[in-house]
């Protein structure tokens, strides 16, 4: 709404319609601030796109869910479904890894340890997250 109350200063954006959208404002963080809810919605939108586009239910490897709870998401929850969905219909494997993915990880981004993700890299097994 900011960006939208320099358009009202600068004349770009009507001061009446400003008024009546602002009622209410809700300030949704990004994917990059919310803990965990990558891989919740890499979850729910890999059973989706498994059963719809695929023979078998894929599953995320271990180095797969590092990648995903460690990346930025700078695309938000749009480029994170769009990444599960290009790995469901590309890949041909029961198990996802992370150059299935096509995320950028030349960075250098590293996945926090201290929850399953981290337990299962430790243990260099693979796991399935739990729905609830």
Known sequence: MACLARR???G?????L??????ISIRI???????????LLA??????????????????STDALAALEAYPW?????QLKN???????????EWIEPSDLFLDLSKGYSAPTKNIVGQA???NRKIEIPTE
């Open 8 to 10: 009202v200063e600068e």
């Open 12 to 16: 770009s954006f009507r001061r009446d």
């Open 18 to 23: 400003y008024y009546r959208i602002s009622e």
């Open 29 to 39: 963080p990004p994917l990059r601030e919310r803990e965990g809810d990558a891989l």
């Open 43 to 60: 979850r729910v939108f890999l059973e989706k796109f498994s059963k719809s586009m695929s023979k078998f239910q894929h599953r995320f």
């Open 74 to 78: 700078p695309g938000n929850v749009r």
């Open 83 to 93: 990444a599960i969905e290009r790995a469901v219909l590309v890949e041909s494997k």
């Open 121 to 123: 890299y430790e243990e």
